[in-house]
């Protein structure tokens, strides 16, 4: 049974104060979106990919990106919803055939290693639902709404979550339906399984491994792209 990965490419990307989307920025020459699909476009473990993009630029990222790159495991393009976990049930939704795992990324989160994608598929199928996370380097603290500081955190138990998250199919369609049965939006799709009661795994992430947010964050991509 295959892998499908659901790229998510449909955020507003109001924090980086540009005319372009997000996804469509230049990273050393060429589309974020682009670096990001490249990489699975590399992972021989990763069967298809879905493209989850705004409404009205399905053709254009069609066009643009995938007819432009030769991207050939991009088996659909679909538009996004609402809101992002919106958008994962449309991705998968179009999931069609027999299906093992689904991977779900950022599409702005180009800086992925084969390696990781590897690892992230390798631990899912022993454990059926993994996140990509690093340790915390700050300390961090809870503060009011009257930023006062409330409570300091132990940040040994504290891990920043990246993409890829990595479920088993069936998981995750089953944690998708609950939640859309109680009106419940989570933070992210691992959320929707743990709240179903099962168990996420973390895989050992980069800090290279960064999502493309703000204008530092393109030059800081800038030299990730050098330095590799």
Known sequence: MKVVALVLAAGQGRRMGA???????????????????????KCQSIDEVVLIVEKDEVDHARSAIVEAFGCSKVTGIVAGGLKRQDSV???IKAITGDCELVMVHDGVRPFISQELLQKAIDVTRENGATVVAVPVKDTIKVVSLKKEVVQTLDRKTLWA?????????????RAHEKAKQDGFYGTDDASLVERIGMTVRVVDGSYENIKITTPEDLVLGETILQKR
Do not use: C, M, R, S
């Not at 005319?19 to 476009?41: M, N, R, V």
């Open 161 to 173: 979550v990246q993409t890829p998250q990595t479920f088993n199919h069936d998981l995750l369609k």
């Open 19 to 41: 005319e372009t989307k997000k996804p469509y920025l230049l990273l050393a020459g060429k589309p974020i979106l682009f670096h990001t699909l490249h990489e699975f476009e």
């Open 89 to 91: 049930w449309e991705g």
